[in-house]
Protein backbone atom coordinates (compact mmCIF):
# COMPACT_ATOMS: atom_id res chain seq x y z
CA UNK A 1 0.00 0.00 0.00
CA UNK A 2 1.24 3.66 -0.45
CA UNK A 3 0.17 6.24 0.89
CA UNK A 4 1.19 10.16 1.18
CA UNK A 5 2.80 12.52 3.87
CA UNK A 6 1.43 15.66 4.91
CA UNK A 7 2.94 19.04 5.06
CA UNK A 8 3.23 18.56 9.33
CA UNK A 9 4.70 14.80 8.60
CA UNK A 10 1.11 13.38 8.59
CA UNK A 11 0.62 10.13 7.50
CA UNK A 12 -2.77 8.11 6.82
CA UNK A 13 -2.74 4.33 7.49
CA UNK A 14 -5.08 2.66 5.40
CA UNK A 15 -8.34 1.53 6.81
CA UNK A 16 -8.02 -2.15 6.30
CA UNK A 17 -4.55 -1.97 8.54
CA UNK A 18 -6.42 0.32 11.25
CA UNK A 19 -9.64 -1.90 11.55
CA UNK A 20 -6.87 -4.99 11.48
CA UNK A 21 -4.55 -3.21 14.39
CA UNK A 22 -7.39 -1.93 16.17
CA UNK A 23 -6.23 1.79 15.99
CA UNK A 24 -8.26 4.42 16.98
CA UNK A 25 -7.85 8.27 16.37
CA UNK A 26 -5.79 8.24 19.78
CA UNK A 27 -3.98 4.92 19.27
CA UNK A 28 -0.31 5.35 20.48
CA UNK A 29 2.22 4.26 17.92
CA UNK A 30 6.03 3.49 17.72
CA UNK A 31 7.88 4.85 15.13
CA UNK A 32 11.59 4.25 14.13
CA UNK A 33 14.02 4.74 11.57
CA UNK A 34 15.35 1.38 10.27
CA UNK A 35 18.02 1.91 7.22
CA UNK A 36 16.48 3.80 5.14
CA UNK A 37 13.08 2.62 5.83
CA UNK A 38 10.26 3.48 8.17
CA UNK A 39 8.90 0.88 11.06
CA UNK A 40 5.58 2.08 12.76
CA UNK A 41 4.00 -0.55 15.19
CA UNK A 42 1.06 0.37 17.42
CA UNK A 43 2.19 0.81 21.27
CA UNK A 44 5.79 1.70 22.84
CA UNK A 45 5.67 -1.85 24.88
CA UNK A 46 4.99 -3.92 21.52
CA UNK A 47 7.60 -1.95 19.67
CA UNK A 48 10.49 -2.48 22.22
CA UNK A 49 9.48 -5.88 23.00
CA UNK A 50 9.88 -6.92 19.53
CA UNK A 51 13.04 -4.90 19.08
CA UNK A 52 14.41 -6.15 22.09
CA UNK A 53 13.73 -9.84 20.68
CA UNK A 54 14.54 -9.14 17.20
CA UNK A 55 18.01 -7.65 18.46
CA UNK A 56 18.72 -10.74 20.91
CA UNK A 57 18.08 -13.42 17.70
CA UNK A 58 20.56 -11.21 15.46
CA UNK A 59 23.04 -10.92 17.98
CA UNK A 60 22.78 -14.99 19.34
CA UNK A 61 23.22 -16.13 15.29
CA UNK A 62 25.91 -13.47 14.99
CA UNK A 63 24.16 -11.36 12.47
CA UNK A 64 24.79 -7.65 12.23
CA UNK A 65 23.40 -4.41 11.76
CA UNK A 66 25.72 -3.94 8.24
CA UNK A 67 24.66 -7.38 7.30
CA UNK A 68 20.66 -7.07 7.67
CA UNK A 69 21.02 -3.61 5.56
CA UNK A 70 22.75 -5.03 2.95
CA UNK A 71 20.19 -7.72 2.94
CA UNK A 72 17.21 -5.06 3.21
CA UNK A 73 19.05 -3.46 0.15
CA UNK A 74 19.25 -6.66 -1.69
CA UNK A 75 15.56 -7.08 -1.58
CA UNK A 76 14.52 -3.96 -2.65
CA UNK A 77 16.39 -3.87 -5.24
CA UNK A 78 15.34 -7.42 -6.41
CA UNK A 79 11.68 -6.21 -6.28
CA UNK A 80 12.33 -2.98 -7.63
Known amino acids: MVTRMREKGQVTIPMSIRKALHLSKDSILSV ?17 VFANKFAKEADKKGITLDELLQDLRKIRKEKS
Not at 32 to 48: N, R
Request: hydrophobic residues 40%; glycine residues 18%; charged residues 25%.
Open 32 to 48: AKVGDGIFIAPGPSKFE
